[in-house]
């Protein structure tokens, strides 16, 4: 395992300091020659949870895949600039953080598994979220403020609507008035009928 983490550590840097040395301008066989590096370093990186076995491994390889997509997508970024590439690599972040982290709920049992689900979809939602109203905010900003208002006050309510779900999942594990005041606190609190 200590040997997976200093190769997937090794790979970041080495990723880092290739994704910021390309940044200026990027030819297609630079492209190509940056895409088989990526796939070489999952292969690497898969090969590495082999040895593992049940849920370590699929979370190894969660992470695997997830690094995988985001070093794919900040190549495309960093390949062809726009709005689009850079929203597509937050996506691809957010997706990446919501496998491993739903992997890790697989650990655990009953209504705090529930919980954990919940929690990574509400973080998935809210990165997702953000990512649009980023994206929304960089076009918007070169129109009209307006749009810039309502693309945060979407992300607000997707954000709201996530946590309010876990809150509700909360209440899962109790029973009778304890939970139904805990899902009453939880409607008056997320502003839920």
Known sequence: ????????????IVLAFSASAMAS?????????????????????????????????DICMAEARG???????????????????????????????????NEKCDDKAGNVKDVCVK???????????????QMKTADASQTANKQIAVARKDAAVDKRDAEYAVAKEKCDALAGNAKDLCVNDAKSRYGKS
């Open 1 to 12: 395992m200590k040997t997976l983490n200093l190769t997937a550590i090794a790979a970041a």
């Open 25 to 57: 301008s990027m030819s297609k066989a630079e492209y190509k020659s940056a895409k088989k590096n990526i796939e070489a370093d999952y292969k690497s990186a898969k090969a590495g949870c082999d040895p593992l076995a049940a849920n370590a491994k």
């Open 67 to 101: 690094k995988e997509s985001v070093a794919l997508a900040e190549l495309g970024a960093t390949y062809k600039p726009s709005q689009k590439t850079r929203y597509d690599v937050r996506i691809a972040k957010a997706d990446a953080d919501y496998s491993v982290a």
């Open 119 to 133: 929690e990574a979809q509400a973080a998935q939602t809210a990165a997702k979220a953000d990512a649009k109203a």
